[in-house]
């Protein structure tokens, strides 16, 4: 069905009007992504990028050239400066490719058909997107009273068609960090593979440890990490999509591999084809343009805000579910059912997150949310408290 040319006016106009549906971070009042507004450089790189197809590196070669560096450059971050991998979307697509990774090691090498991973009950919901495409089974650790990997029952469900242990670094509801070192000694007693799934973690953990947190490692530092995930478009302030996958070893994406016959390279390893090479362009410039020493400064400015929030909440009553480790805290408050407080806080302008495990109110303190806004979520929280 044919239909007609619009003017450009008139396009502008209609998606204009389908943004105003949308929320701005630069309100300050989204409270509970993982996400934020990009840096303006970060936004100016991608744009010249978005012609560049790294699905077809042999076209693009100045392009994956950048992916290249951009991985080489997250490795040194994650103390591996020869590590492998990609830019890819997102954790999601990062954790699916670890996955299956994994799988097909095992199945190479230890003969594995009908896989289980095992992972925390905080794991992040991408791993039930992995397990349901590759016909994985899960096998689910609970939680010990720090709401972290409990290890005393992990060596107890391995078996013999165990492909990959997972552990977080900055769990998605409450910013936790699994015991990745313990993780380690066990990936490497049973010789199974071991993904961190950092995508929240990873561009905040090693600039609040040099800055003096007391963070436990979680990176290629330790033997028995196979893989790790990680989103510049999280903290790393580079546009969406921007994730990254990285691997020890080039084995990891060498049996992921398969035949593309008619494009410039003859063998691909990642989920998508096309991919777009504005994202790793859009990453290498704000990596090169902000430095270790910008990332740490925007870091601590998060705990900053983490900590001045954390004090007025317990100030005004309310109760935290754990002591913060990263940018995220998670409360409630005695007398007031957390739904009810999120639908007040709503009727407000404030959009927060509930989480689930336990179920609490879920803060994000990313760039996007100032000190001013913070202050002004504080007045109305006591006020809300003032009606209950």
């Known amino acids: 069905m044919e239909y007609e040319s619009i003017a450009k006016e008139k396009i502008l106009k209609k998606l204009e009007d389908f943004q105003k549906y949308d929320y701005k971070y630069s309100d300050g009042r989204i409270l509970g992504s993982m996400c934020t507004s990009a840096h303006p450089f970060a936004k100016k ?20 050239a950048i992916e290249k560096e951009v991985i080489k450059s997250i490795g040194v971050l994650l103390s591996n400066e020869n590590a ?10 990062a954790n699916i490719m670890a996955i299956r990774a994994a799988r097909n090691f095992a199945r190479k090498h230890k003969n594995i058909e009908n896989g289980e991973i095992i992972l925390p009950k905080s794991a992040h919901f991408s791993f ?6 590759m016909n994985l089974k899960i096998i689910e650790i609970e939680l010990d009273d720090n709401y972290i990997m409990d290890l005393s029952s992990i060596e107890d469900n391995i078996s013999s068609n165990t492909i990959a242990i ?3 670094a900055g769990t998605t509801e409450l910013g936790l960090i699994d015991p990745i070192e313990e993780l380690s000694k066990i990936a490497i007693k049973y010789n199974i593979y071991l993904h961190v799934d950092a995508a929240f973690g990873g561009f905040s953990i090693p600039f609040l440890k040099n800055s003096g947190y007391n963070l436990p490692n979680f990176d290629f530092s330790l033997k028995g990490v196979s893989s790790i995930s990680i989103d510049p478009h999280k903290m790393g302030l580079a546009p969406i999509p921007s994730g990254c996958i990285l691997f020890r070893e080039k084995e990891y994406l060498d049996v992921m591999a398969v035949n593309s016959p008619y494009l410039t390279t003859k063998k691909q390893s990642t989920i998508v084809g096309t991919r777009l090479g504005a994202s790793a362009a859009a990453t290498l410039a704000i990596m090169d343009y902000l430095g270790f020493r910008g990332y740490e400064k925007i870091a601590m400015e998060l705990m900053n805000n983490t900590k001045f929030l954390k004090e007025n909440l317990i100030k005004d009553g309310y109760v935290l579910t754990v002591e913060p480790q990263l940018n995220i805290i998670s ?3 005695p007398n007031i059912d957390t739904y009810d407080l999120a639908n007040e806080l709503e009727k407000k302008g404030w959009y927060v997150s509930i989480s689930s495990c336990p179920v609490s109110i879920r803060i994000v303190l990313m760039k996007h949310i100032k000190k001013s806004h913070l202050k002004e979520f504080i007045l109305d929280l006591r006020e809300i408290n003032k009606n209950y």
């Open 128 to 133: 039930k997107k992995a397990t349901d495409l």
């Open 84 to 93: 492998y991998g990609n830019v890819v979307t997102g954790g999601t697509e």
């Open 331 to 333: 409360f409630n408050h």
């Open 166 to 168: 997972v552990g977080i």
């Open 45 to 64: 790189i991608f744009y010249k990028f978005l012609d560049s197809n790294l699905g077809d590196p042999g076209l693009f070669k100045g392009t994956k």
